[in-house]
């Protein structure tokens, strides 16, 4: 009888990611996980536990890749470098920005991007409830931007559907509309982002 294959929860990992990159995030399951590694399915359970724990691990790995030095520079400049690093390596994994705000907090690489945004807003002059606020307004941004550029991007037949709309009946929607319809996606999070910082007075 040929040895049991050892793998590496990272390699496990790689792999779920590989098939959400290949096939979008449905294709993730054990099965086809196990089919990518060369292993049957069941052998697959003696590492996982099921499909949500290959969840967490695929955001886990699209997570390591955020560059988590902290920038230089005024408080705004720096968690605008910071935020934008979170959009830069869900841009190369787009599949996976569904799962990123449903296990973001299992994810070591998160609490670690948390823990240096919490430390550039502390040195701010953020104390306490005023800290939580803030912190989670960024959250809000960062996630929530993510997940509307993966569901509705302006670029998408969504936009281009209310710039149609009559503009005798909807006269700003339709022309904010088309002026959208031409907004690269790298600018709409980086201006949305600007107008957060402005509100937070940072």
């Given at each position: 009888?040929?040895?049991?294959?050892?793998?590496?929860?990272?390699?496990?990992?790689?792999?779920?990611?590989?098939?959400?990159?290949?096939?979008?995030?449905?294709?993730?399951?054990?099965?086809?996980?196990?089919?990518?590694?060369?292993?049957?399915?069941?052998?697959?359970?003696?590492?996982?536990?099921?499909?949500?724990?290959?969840?967490?691990?695929?955001?886990?790995?699209?997570?390591?890749?955020?560059?988590?030095?902290?920038?230089?520079?005024?408080?705004?400049?720096?968690i605008l470098v910071l935020a934008e690093r979170v959009r830069?390596?869900?841009?190369?994994?787009?599949?996976?920005?569904?799962?990123?705000?449903?296990?973001?907090?299992?994810?070591?690489?998160?609490?670690?991007?948390?823990?240096?945004?919490?430390?550039?807003?502390?040195?701010?002059?953020?104390?306490?409830?005023?800290?939580?606020?803030?912190?989670?307004?960024?959250?809000?941004?960062?996630?929530?931007?993510?997940?509307?550029?993966?569901?509705?991007?302006?670029?998408?037949?969504?936009?281009?559907?209310?710039?149609?709309?009559?503009?005798?009946?909807?006269?700003?929607?339709?022309?904010?509309?088309?002026?959208?319809?031409?907004?690269?996606?790298?600018?709409?999070?980086?201006?949305?982002?600007?107008?957060?910082?402005?509100?937070?007075?940072?």
């Amino acid at each position: 009888m040929p040895r049991q294959r050892s793998l590496s929860l990272p390699q496990i990992a790689a792999a779920a990611l590989e098939v959400v990159d290949a096939d979008g995030l449905a294709a993730l399951s054990m099965r086809t996980v196990a089919r990518r590694l060369g292993i049957g399915t069941m052998s697959l359970y003696r590492y996982v536990a099921d499909r949500d724990e290959l969840e967490a691990m695929v955001v886990g790995l699209v997570l390591d890749e955020i560059d988590l030095r902290v920038p230089g520079g005024s408080p705004r400049h720096r968690i605008l470098v910071l935020a934008e690093r979170v959009r830069d390596v869900a841009a190369q994994h787009p599949a996976v920005v569904p799962l990123m705000l449903a296990h973001r907090h299992r994810t070591p690489a998160s609490m670690r991007w948390g823990e240096v945004v919490l430390g550039v807003l502390a040195e701010a002059g953020y104390t306490g409830k005023r800290r939580v606020y803030a912190f989670r307004a960024l959250l809000a941004y960062v996630f929530g931007a993510l997940e509307v550029e993966h569901y509705s991007p302006l670029s998408g037949p969504g936009t281009y559907a209310l710039a149609e709309l009559p503009a005798d009946e909807f006269p700003v929607l339709s022309e904010t509309a088309t002026v959208a319809y031409a907004i690269p996606a790298a600018d709409e999070f980086r201006r949305g982002l600007e107008i957060v910082l402005r509100g937070l007075e940072l």
